[in-house]
């Protein structure tokens, strides 16, 4: 079956950590996506990926990092100077940016608390 | 930047009743706009997608309509069952970016 998964479920980070959140995707996606969705905040874009080796900040970027060495996969790396990290994490893709039907689909999610 | 709202926040009704939820987004320049179900805990389940040319889809029980030029779509769920409880969410994508832009959610409740 093709989607996304997202490892892991559950994370928890000590103070000081950078943690790596997975998003992996067999549906042969060219555009990716990470979202934090916090309470009574819905979703907010942390950083896409358009394709291989190329990636652009969202509204939220600062404290986190990407890569984009496959095109299958888009790893979020939450480092120590996101200061409010305990979050739920949510990974998107999309088919490819110029298609006219380019419907968004999501991963499980990987909910994160500092501890 | 595009504002999406979503009314009402949450909503409870009995089985079996015709709903309508509510999306409106500030800029009606957008690409198309999605909608989601998200179940407590779950990642979100696509539902349906509107191209800005289109007036409305259609998937079993679900109609969504978009009138862009008032900046409003609806979701209509008929004949309501206690499984369609969960977070419906819409979001858009602007004409000039790729990510979307999510409103807040409306909670649904349905009661046996």
């Known amino acids: 079956d093709g989607g996304i998964t997202q490892s892991p479920k559950y994370l928890f980070r000590k103070e000081g950590q950078n943690v790596t959140l997975s998003c992996e995707q067999n549906?042969?996606?060219?555009?990716m996506y990470w979202y934090r969705q916090d309470p009574g905040q819905g979703l907010r874009l942390i950083y896409y990926?358009?394709?291989?080796?190329?990636?652009q900040k969202g509204d939220i970027a600062e404290g986190y990092s990407v890569s984009r060495e496959k095109k299958e996969s888009f790893p979020l790396t939450v480092t120590s100077a996101q200061k409010n990290p305990t979050a739920f994490y949510l990974c998107?893709?999309?088919?490819?940016?110029?298609?006219?039907?380019?419907?968004?689909?999501f991963g499980p999610g990987t909910r994160l608390t500092v501890l | 930047k595009q504002e999406v709202t979503q009314i009402p926040a949450a909503l409870s009704v009995p089985e079996g009743e015709n709903l309508v939820l509510n999306c409106s987004f500030t800029?009606?320049?957008?690409?198309?706009l999605q909608w989601f179900r998200q179940d407590p805990g779950k990642g979100l389940t696509s539902l349906l997608l509107?191209?800005?040319?289109?007036r409305e889809q259609t998937s079993g029980r679900l109609n969504a309509s978009l009138d862009k030029s008032s900046g409003r779509s609806t979701l209509y769920i008929a004949a309501s069952q206690p499984g369609d409880s969960a977070t419906y969410l819409c979001?858009?994508?602007?004409?000039?970016?790729?990510?979307?832009?999510f409103g807040k959610g409306t909670s649904l409740l349905v009661t046996p």
């Open positions: 998107a893709s999309t088919r490819g940016l110029t298609s006219s039907y380019n419907e968004q689909f």
């Open positions: 549906l042969n996606h060219d555009a």
């Open positions: 990926s358009q394709i291989v080796n190329d990636f």
């Open positions: 800029d009606s320049a957008i690409y198309n």
């Open positions: 509107i191209q800005s040319s289109q």
């Open positions: 979001a858009v994508r602007p004409n000039s970016g790729y990510a979307l832009n």
